[in-house]
T-cell receptor, first 116, second 110 residues
Framework: NAGVMQNPRHLVRRRGQEARLRCSPM?????VYWYRQLPEEGLKFMVY????????ESGMPKERFSAEFPKEGPSILRIQQVVRGDSAAYFC??????????????FGNGTRLTVT | GQQLNQSPQSMFIQEGEDVSMNCTSS?????WLWYKQDPGEGPVLLIA?????ELTSNGRLTAQFGITRKDSFLNISASIPSDVGIYFC??????????FGTGTSLTVIP
């Protein structure tokens, strides 16, 4: 009965490298959300995806950030050419199929990205 | 943009005391959710509310969906040290938008 699985839990990258964060939603869930959290702050929405579709990316920076949720496999949040300001905890959440607009989101334990 | 305002921002209470916190919005919500986040972990769903006036309990936690549909309340009775953490409200409004609250940090003094 696995929940939302994120890996890695911790990721260290040097400035200019690429970071790839993976998220496997709860079994049977088809909606995936990515959030970013800075220390002592709340969660900021980045992107909402369904299988093979980006539904809402209004919270995603226009450059260097991309997300996908392929037909097979986990959702990937990709950050190219990381900078120190990208250091944060990135959380993935999922919700069941059907209309998502009243469903609770279930969160993973996050990936803590540190850019040195 | 839209924001869910939580109050208080932080609380320091003695073990055994009851806790009350609330969440308010400028728009009408269809669903209210309460989460708890421990340090280094993801938010964990505590209670989900779907109807105005609904009162739902989960152990020592009780949450209510406000009658105006613009607010929600969370109460914790007889607090214990493991209640420490940050409590977030969240929800879906009538425009099918999902928002998180600003969080209430709870410290329980043994």
């Amino acid at each position: 009965n696995a929940g939302v699985m994120q890996n890695p839990r911790h990721l260290v990258r040097r400035r200019g490298q690429e970071a790839r964060l993976r998220c496997s939603p709860m079994k049977g869930h088809s909606h995936v959300y990515w959030y970013r959290q800075l220390p002592e702050e709340g969660l900021k929405f980045m992107v909402y995806l369904q299988k093979e579709n980006i539904i809402d990316e209004s919270g995603m920076p226009k450059e260097r950030f991309s997300a996908e949720f392929p037909k097979e496999g986990p959702s990937i949040l990709r950050i190219q050419q990381v900078v120190r300001g990208d250091s944060a905890a990135y959380f993935c959440a999922s919700s069941p199929p059907g209309t998502p607009y009243n469903s609770p989101l279930h969160f993973g334990n996050g990936t803590r990205l540190t850019v040195t | 943009g839209q924001q869910l305002n939580q109050s208080p921002q932080s609380m320091f209470i003695q073990e055994g005391e009851d806790v009350s916190m609330n969440c308010t919005s400028s728009s009408i919500f269809n669903t209210w959710l309460w989460y708890k986040q421990d340090p280094g972990e993801g938010p964990v769903l505590l209670i989900a509310l779907y109807k105005a006036g609904e009162l739902t309990s989960n152990g020592r936690l009780t949450a209510q969906f406000g009658i105006t549909r613009k607010d929600s309340f969370l109460n914790i009775s007889a607090s214990i040290p493991s209640d420490v953490g940050i409590y977030f409200c969240a929800g879906w409004n009538t425009g099918n938008q999902f928002y998180f609250g600003t969080g209430t940090s709870l410290t329980v003094i043994p």
